[in-house]
């Protein structure tokens, strides 16, 4: 493959652990890489650390990088921690969006719909992911923007459970997704921060159980889990 820009594979690394085409937990190999992206090894380790500084892999001493882990600890922490910093992102974003930022989110929307409309999980996935980091940018808060843009990483690997309805129940929550998001711009441009909260949880609560299924099938105890990765350090 030609050389491709230090940005270019960034973004495509990120695309590909986001879509699960790089499963959660996979050693990558670094020489693979390298080849596929016509970068030597430096570069492209300055690139891995720049992923795991964003959360999408883990490196460890003399282990290589690793896609970040989606393990029940993880998972546990994830869904106790989203619905608190969605809640207050979206607060800022009404108090804080400019109207250059509202158009931005409207055409998001407009393409969140559309792949939804057309079946397309992973793209469903990748445009709801744009949808909440445009919000997050509106928040102008660094910290809570931090936290957004970790908690998207795991958020857009599992919410392509979601986008792949397996009735037509399913598909009506999807649908129902895409108004709670036409809902939630109306009450950004309202500046109105409560009923931006309000449809914020909401709008968690109606994905939640679906994205929880992702983990359900694992049947190790938290405290296994922990003591299994301790053994092996």
Same mark, same amino acid.
């Given at each position: 493959?030609?050389?491709?820009?230090?940005?270019?594979?960034?973004?495509?690394?990120?695309?590909?652990?986001?879509?699960?085409?790089?499963?959660?937990?996979? &050693?990558?190999?670094?020489?693979?890489?390298?080849?596929?992206?016509?970068?030597?090894?430096?570069?492209? *380790?300055?690139?891995?650390?720049?992923?795991?500084?964003?959360?999408?892999?883990? =490196?460890?001493?003399?282990?290589?990088?690793?896609?970040?882990?989606?393990?029940?600890?993880?998972?546990?922490?994830?869904?106790?921690?989203?619905?608190?910093?969605?809640?207050? =992102?979206?607060?800022?974003?009404?108090?804080?969006?400019?109207?250059?930022?509202?158009?931005?989110?409207?055409?998001?929307?407009?393409?969140?719909?559309?792949?939804?409309?057309?079946?397309?999980?992973?793209?469903?996935?990748?445009?709801?992911?744009?949808?909440?980091?445009?919000?997050?940018?509106?928040?102008?808060?660094?910290?809570?923007?931090?936290?957004?843009?970790?908690?998207?990483?795991?958020?857009?690997?599992?919410?392509?459970?979601?986008?792949?309805?397996?009735?037509?129940?399913?598909?009506? &929550?999807?649908?129902?997704?895409?108004?709670?998001?036409?809902?939630? =711009?109306?009450? =950004?441009?309202? *500046?109105?921060?409560?009923?931006?909260?309000?449809?914020?949880?909401?709008?968690?609560?109606?994905?939640?159980?679906?994205?929880?299924?992702?983990?359900?099938?694992?049947?190790?105890?938290?405290?296994?889990?922990?003591?299994?990765?301790?053994?092996?350090?």
């Amino acid at each position: 493959m030609p050389r491709v820009s230090k940005e270019a594979c960034l973004d495509e690394l990120k695309l590909r652990i986001l879509r699960m085409e790089l499963e959660p937990g996979m &050693l990558l190999d670094e020489a693979s890489l390298a080849a596929h992206f016509g970068l030597s090894r430096t570069p492209l *380790r300055e690139i891995l650390q720049r992923l795991a500084g964003d959360g999408y892999l883990s =490196i460890r001493e003399n282990r290589g990088a690793k896609v970040a882990s989606m393990d029940v600890t993880t998972m546990r922490t994830f869904f106790q921690t989203a619905p608190m910093v969605y809640a207050n =992102i979206s607060r800022l974003a009404a108090e804080n969006r400019t109207g250059a930022q509202l158009s931005d989110l409207q055409r998001a929307q407009a393409e969140f719909a559309n792949c939804t409309s057309e079946g397309d999980a992973p793209a469903a996935a990748l445009c709801n992911h744009r949808f909440h980091a445009l919000i997050g940018e509106m928040a102008q808060n660094p910290y809570l923007v931090a936290a957004l843009n970790r908690l998207l990483i795991d958020h857009t690997r599992l919410s392509q459970t979601f986008y792949r309805p397996a009735g037509p129940r399913e598909a009506s &929550l999807v649908t129902r997704a895409s108004e709670q998001h036409d809902a939630l =711009i109306c009450a =950004i441009d309202a *500046r109105d921060g409560d009923l931006a909260i309000e449809l914020t949880l909401q709008h968690w609560d109606l994905s939640r159980d679906s994205i929880e299924r992702f983990v359900r099938p694992d049947p190790l105890p938290v405290d296994l889990v922990a003591r299994k990765e301790k053994d092996a350090v």
